[in-house]
């Protein structure tokens, strides 16, 4: 049997200390199995960025169980985070960008964390990369040139480079106009789909549910069978 | 070391990419460090000048072996002992001369501006020439005339004239100690921090003007050695031989430690310069501090990113101290190259020997790459506070 890429099992999480503790996440169990591409929706304020964050190690977790590639997070140290930080590829609402760093050297920036990639490896697969999001002729583009569309790309390319295993996108096309947000995940959706890679997605835009695998819906910290898709947003 | 030189270049230069970005942030930071060079570089200069000149007289002297009162301070102050000493010193095996020195501040007018101006004055024997400084020793014949005295051409002030004229062969006269002296001829040594210049007369001159020394009191001995002698061990010998409460025996490094020793610790001058140095450090601290603490703030997105991504908190901490070893190094060279013009100038209107030694710019480049990583360590505290988990 193949073991789920992303294992939650009875998933608590709490902020703040002492009085002011506050419990936003609640019994959440999830599986996510390899090649899916889930869509994770619901209200604003519901838990779904808190959730997203603890798959992809940025957050610890405090109870429950939540084994991602295998390997357990909860409770793990900072570095043993890090280290699994690495085998995922991360798309934020912001592309954020290095400003500093052309396209290339953005890109690259996800393939300098394997030591084993030669120096002419790393530059030939970003290239390859920046080719697949359609930007081959923005190689050595600094970010201020580039269109908020372009940059979303570059960051999608920064994510893929490495050829992770999971994917994680909080709400990546929020920032984009409509026929740049679908450009970009059907892009996502395509190189996920040649790269056999998971993808956990949050978004709120209901015009891309359609790529999904599985809609899963968030509420008050709780998982839920999702509602009618089409009151959703 | 292989590894890490392989991971070096490997590795995005991202911050010099950083700081250069910015193209007139990057001016203003790297003249910051280097204003901090040149403070430090002028400061540690002045400093190496007044040692330097501290000693310009010792360092013409042929002596071996040097004998002074223990009360002496320095050359202005040289104090005296019985001439008796050097008698006794030539029974000493390898002491091959013993010639008296005298020496002492004296307060001169000057004949172009009669203006009165402090001097060192030498007296010594012109039959015994004790300079390695050819153009005097050619106008011994001079000083033997009474009243008669050599003149310094480097001394500072106004006194072109002066040499002018006894250049062209016309003696100029002016007053020391309400006695008509007459300059014959000139000579050059340059001034130091206790005089303007030197003037060089006989003993006998000497002690004309200073009518309460007695030539029995001497101010310095000179003692030359055969060749083959030790000078350390001469003045072992010297000092069991000689009554050790009336005088001090040293070799020419001890006198001129002695002499230099005087102004290091028994002035503030040393100590001033020193805190003109820490200033110019201090003030580099502030401008590194302030140029990287920037940086790392405008850039905490970014880093947070790359934490995110899986990179560590080292790699983060790496980049700054990356911009730092870079300003340091950047900073440096303008630094230098000013401090050399700097150093140019004021050796000109001053005639101190104030020079760029290698080892004071390798100081100042270890004390740049201090001040940088100082203000680096200090910077990355913000690197701790980019937070991943609030990315998305
Ligand atoms: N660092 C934090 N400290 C304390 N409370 C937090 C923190 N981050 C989030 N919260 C709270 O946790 C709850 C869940 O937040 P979360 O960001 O996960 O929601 P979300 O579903 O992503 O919302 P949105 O759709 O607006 O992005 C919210 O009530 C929020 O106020
Ligand atoms: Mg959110």
């Given at each position: 049997?193949?073991?789920p890429v992303?294992y939650?099992?009875?998933?608590?999480?709490?902020?703040?200390?002492?009085?002011?503790?506050?419990?936003?996440?609640?019994?959440?169990?999830?599986?996510?199995?390899?090649?899916?591409?889930v869509?994770?929706?619901?209200?604003?304020?519901?838990?779904?960025?808190?959730?997203?964050?603890?798959?992809?190690?940025?957050?610890?977790?405090?109870?429950?169980?939540?084994?991602?590639?295998?390997?357990?997070?909860?409770?793990a140290?900072?570095?043993?985070?890090t280290?699994?930080?690495r085998?995922?590829?991360?798309?934020?609402?912001?592309?954020?960008?290095?400003?500093?760093?052309?396209?290339?050297?953005?890109?690259?920036?996800?393939?300098?964390?394997?030591?084993?990639?030669?120096?002419?490896?790393?530059?030939?697969r970003?290239?390859?990369?920046?080719?697949?999001?359609?930007?081959g002729?923005?190689?050595?583009?600094?970010?201020?040139?580039?269109?908020?569309?372009?940059?979303?790309r570059?960051?999608?390319?920064r994510?893929?480079v490495?050829?992770?295993?999971?994917?994680?996108?909080?709400?990546?096309?929020?920032?984009?106009?409509?026929?740049?947000g679908?450009?970009?995940?059907?892009?996502?959706?395509k190189?996920?789909?040649?790269?056999?890679?998971?993808?956990?997605?949050?978004?709120?835009?209901n015009?891309?549910?359609?790529?999904?695998?599985?809609?899963?819906?968030?509420?008050?910290?709780?998982?839920?069978?999702a509602?009618?898709?089409?009151?959703?947003? | 070391?292989?590894?890490?030189?392989?991971?070096?270049?490997?590795?995005?230069p991202?911050?010099w990419?950083?700081?250069?970005?910015?193209?007139?942030r990057?001016?203003?930071?790297?003249?910051?460090?280097?204003?901090?060079?040149?403070?430090?570089?002028?400061?540690?200069?002045?400093?190496?000048?007044?040692?330097?000149?501290?000693?310009?007289?010792?360092?013409?002297?042929?002596?071996d072996?040097?004998?002074?009162?223990?009360?002496a301070?320095?050359?202005?102050?040289?104090?005296?002992?019985?001439?008796r000493?050097?008698?006794?010193?030539?029974?000493?095996?390898?002491?091959?001369s013993?010639?008296?020195?005298?020496?002492?501040?004296?307060?001169?007018?000057?004949?172009q501006?009669?203006?009165?101006?402090?001097?060192?004055?030498?007296?010594?024997?012109?039959?015994?020439?004790?300079?390695?400084?050819?153009?005097?020793?050619?106008?011994?014949?001079k000083?033997?005339?009474?009243?008669?005295l050599?003149?310094?051409?480097?001394?500072?002030?106004?006194y072109?004239?002066?040499?002018?004229?006894?250049?062209?062969?016309?003696?100029?006269?002016?007053?020391?100690?309400?006695?008509?002296?007459?300059?014959?001829?000139?000579?050059?040594?340059?001034?130091?921090?206790?005089?303007?210049?030197?003037?060089?007369?006989?003993?006998?001159?000497?002690?004309?003007?200073?009518?309460?020394?007695?030539?029995?009191?001497?101010?310095?001995?000179l003692?030359?050695?055969?060749?083959?002698?030790?000078?350390?061990?001469?003045?072992?010998?010297?000092?069991?031989y000689?009554?050790?409460?009336?005088?001090?025996?040293?070799?020419?490094e001890?006198?001129?430690?002695?002499?230099?020793?005087?102004?290091?610790?028994?002035?503030?001058?040393?100590?001033?310069?020193?805190?003109?140095a820490?200033?110019?450090?201090?003030?580099?601290?502030?401008?590194?501090?302030?140029?990287?603490?920037?940086?790392?703030?405008?850039?905490?997105?970014?880093?947070?990113?790359?934490?995110?991504?899986?990179?560590?908190?080292?790699?983060?901490?790496?980049i700054?101290?990356?911009?730092?070893?870079?300003?340091?190094?950047?900073?440096?060279?303008?630094?230098?190259?000013?401090?050399?013009?700097?150093?140019?100038?004021?050796?000109?209107?001053t005639?101190?020997?104030?020079?760029?030694?290698?080892?004071?710019?390798?100081?100042v480049?270890?004390?740049?790459?201090?001040?940088?990583?100082?203000?680096?360590?200090?910077?990355?505290?913000?690197?701790?506070?980019?937070d991943?988990?609030d990315?998305?």
């Open positions: 049997m193949i073991e992303i939650i099992n009875n998933l608590d999480h709490y902020f703040g200390k002492g009085a002011l503790r506050k419990q936003v996440l609640f019994d959440i169990n999830l599986e996510i199995n390899i090649g899916e591409i869509i994770m929706t619901g209200p604003s304020g519901s838990g779904k960025t808190t959730l997203l964050t603890m798959c992809g190690g940025l957050r610890s977790a405090q109870s429950g169980s939540l084994k991602v590639l295998g390997t357990e997070l909860c409770g140290s900072a570095k043993q985070l280290i699994s930080r085998h995922h590829g991360y798309i934020f609402q912001a592309h954020n960008l290095h400003e500093s760093l052309t396209a290339l050297q953005n890109v690259k920036m996800g393939l300098e964390l394997h030591p084993d990639i030669s120096v002419a490896e790393m530059n030939q970003s290239i390859e990369m920046l080719e697949l999001v359609g930007l002729d923005r190689v050595n583009y600094l970010p201020e040139n580039l269109s908020g569309g372009q940059k979303q570059v960051a999608i390319a994510a893929l490495s050829q992770p295993k999971i994917l994680l996108a909080d709400e990546p096309t929020a920032a984009l106009d409509k026929q740049s679908r450009d970009v995940v059907d892009l996502m959706h190189l996920a789909k040649e790269q056999d890679c998971t993808i956990l997605l949050v978004t709120h835009d015009r891309i549910l359609d790529v999904a695998d599985r809609i899963i819906y968030m509420e008050d910290g709780r998982l839920a069978k509602p009618d898709l089409q009151k959703v947003s | 070391m292989l590894k890490i030189i392989q991971n070096l270049t490997r590795r995005t991202l911050g990419l950083q700081l250069t970005q910015h193209k007139s990057f001016a203003v930071a790297i003249s910051g460090v280097a204003f901090a060079d040149l403070l430090m570089l002028m400061q540690l200069g002045f400093q190496g000048a007044l040692f330097d000149s501290a000693v310009i007289l010792h360092s013409k002297l042929t002596a072996v040097f004998i002074i009162s223990p009360q301070l320095n050359i202005g102050a040289m104090s005296t002992f019985p001439r000493r050097l008698y006794q010193a030539m029974d000493i095996t390898g002491v091959k013993a010639e008296p020195m005298y020496v002492n501040l004296v307060t001169w007018k000057n004949p501006t009669r203006d009165k101006k402090n001097l060192i004055i030498v007296g010594f024997n012109p039959d015994r020439p004790i300079f390695n400084l050819p153009e005097v020793n050619s106008q011994l014949d000083i033997k005339q009474s009243d008669v050599l003149f310094d051409r480097k001394a500072i002030g106004a072109e004239k002066v040499v002018e004229s006894v250049d062209d062969g016309k003696a100029v006269t002016t007053e020391i100690e309400r006695r008509t002296v007459s300059v014959n001829g000139l000579f050059s040594i340059g001034s130091s921090f206790s005089a303007d210049g030197h003037l060089m007369t006989s003993e006998d001159n000497y002690l004309r003007l200073f009518s309460r020394q007695s030539s029995g009191n001497i101010n310095v001995g003692l030359t050695l055969n060749p083959g002698y030790d000078p350390t061990q001469v003045v072992q010998q010297l000092k069991a000689l009554p050790r409460q009336d005088i001090k025996v040293l070799t020419k001890e006198y001129i430690a002695f002499e230099q020793g005087y102004w290091q610790q028994q002035t503030p001058i040393g100590p001033i310069f020193n805190l003109g820490i200033m110019g450090f201090i003030v580099g601290v502030i401008i590194v501090y302030q140029v990287l603490s920037t940086d790392v703030n405008s850039h905490l997105r970014e880093y947070a990113t790359f934490k995110a991504m899986g990179y560590s908190n080292t790699y983060l901490l790496g700054v101290f990356e911009e730092a070893l870079i300003l340091a190094v950047v900073g440096f060279i303008p630094g230098l190259i000013v401090s050399l013009g700097l150093y140019t100038v004021v050796g000109g209107a005639n101190l020997p104030i020079a760029m030694t290698v080892f004071r710019a390798a100081q480049l270890a004390g740049t790459l201090i001040m940088c990583m100082l203000s680096g360590a200090v910077a990355t505290s913000k690197v701790q506070a980019a991943p988990a990315m998305f």
